[in-house]
């Protein structure tokens, strides 16, 4: 296991000051900072093995399809699913779930069908199954939070039935911090003939997941929010289910056969990896799995659980805040949403930028949560495993700034 008081050296982004202070980075919500062996293996790959894969004979080629395919390997034991056919590389959380949505769903869902998510989710789980709906006639169903947020099993047991065809919910909310019991609910959902599509990008990242264990039919996540680039991803899907799917994307590496009327597919996983693939982006995917596997992932669960007990609690000792979600760290993952009173959420990130503090302010694309609440934006703080307590310190004196700063 890593020493968590030396991986911020591993960090060189965070060596630096932003408007003269030193940067306290607390958006990893949105995106993850990359370690210095997450940038070497990027760099590596294009000044070693730049080539495209799978289909040359040449060295370089053959290199670098094992490394992409090698990350691939990664990312199978990392979440537990069974086989590596059962792991397609995307673009991120939102080309997953779109997949899921644009093939399986255009297959599979019809007029009178349910189609079931909640008041939580991500737009990007949220939009492709309201689209989906209103393309086939099919319902739209809601799972009422509790009062702070979290989503119960009696609830979802509740609103799902036997008309129900798609199950769509996240696994941890990237406002509130809930964490979902996904297991249960793919029961349910199981139980009533229904598949479960969960959106893991705010919990791959910080906990240990087992996508066999929580018996999910599909599940989506993106590379930047774990140490690795932008523009990459994966999609898991049960293999009977992915085989059954047709692809949404067409040309390059997904084909086998082209005929003038009629074409075939490779098979899984290619048959979804349409075109020249984030083939370095993937690898480096692969090295971002690495580090956090030497960490170990309920080291990581535990040291961001620490970090929002802690701020929890010096929040709340703050006059004039508000927060969002459960104030019981245990039942939450690593980010704290809140407002402070008299100051709009982009207001008070423009005060602490100015103090080297970086968070996010807005709906954070969940405007139907935000409605929900009863606001129009909140602020944002999100914690990842370089962040330190001291760092939390800076935030908490940050928020007593602004309030002097507004007079409040």
Not at 18 to 35: E, F
């Amino acid at each position: 296991m890593k020493d968590f008081a030396k991986i911020r050296s591993d960090f060189k982004i965070l060596e630096q000051e932003v408007n003269g202070k030193p940067l306290v980075y607390l958006d990893n919500a949105a995106t993850a900072q990359k370690p210095k062996q997450v940038v070497d293996a990027l760099v590596s790959y294009y000044e070693m093995d730049n080539a495209n894969v799978h289909r040359g004979v040449h060295t370089l080629a053959g290199r670098a399809t094992d490394a992409y395919e090698g990350a691939r390997e990664k990312v199978r034991a990392f979440i537990g699913a069974s086989h590596t056919k059962e792991i397609i590389f995307t673009r991120g959380t939102t080309t997953g779930l779109n997949l899921v949505a644009d093939s399986y769903g255009a297959a599979n869902i019809s007029s009178g069908d349910e189609i079931v998510i909640s008041h939580v989710e991500h737009h990007s789980n949220f939009i492709p199954w309201q689209q989906l709906a209103k393309r086939t006639g099919a319902t739209l169903k809601f799972i009422e939070p509790e009062e702070d947020g979290s989503i119960s099993v009696e609830k979802a047991a509740s609103v799902i039935g036997a008309k129900t065809k798609i199950v769509a919910i996240t696994h941890v909310s990237n406002v509130l911090g809930t964490i979902t019991p996904i297991q249960a609910i793919a029961q349910i959902a199981h139980e009533n003939g229904a598949v479960i599509v969960v959106d893991g990008a705010q919990a791959v990242p910080h906990m240990a997941v087992d996508v066999a264990a929580l018996d999910v039919d599909f599940y989506a996540f993106s590379g930047h929010k774990m140490l690795a680039p932008t523009g990459t991803g994966v999609l898991y899907g049960k293999k009977a289910l992915l085989e059954k799917m047709e692809p949404t994307e067409f040309g390059g590496e997904m084909i086998d056969f082209v005929n003038l009327y009629d074409s075939t597919w490779k098979e899984l996983p290619w048959k979804f990896e349409a075109g020249t693939p984030t083939i370095g982006g993937q690898i480096a995917l692969g090295a971002a799995i690495d580090y956090l596997t030497e960490i170990g992932m309920d080291a990581v669960h535990l040291h961001e659980g620490e970090l929002v007990r802690y701020a929890l609690a010096e929040m709340q000792k703050i006059s004039g805040i508000t927060i969002y979600g459960p104030l019981d760290a245990n039942k939450r993952a690593g980010l704290v949403t809140f407002n402070l009173e008299g100051v709009h959420p982009h207001d008070l990130a423009t005060v602490l930028d100015e103090e080297g503090i970086a968070i996010r302010a807005g709906h954070h694309c969940a405007q139907p949560l935000m409605k929900w609440l009863g606001v129009n934006s909140t602020a944002r703080v999100s914690f990842y495993i370089y962040n330190t307590k001291e760092e939390v310190d800076a935030f908490i004196q940050g928020l007593k700034l602004t309030k002097e700063y507004f007079g409040l």
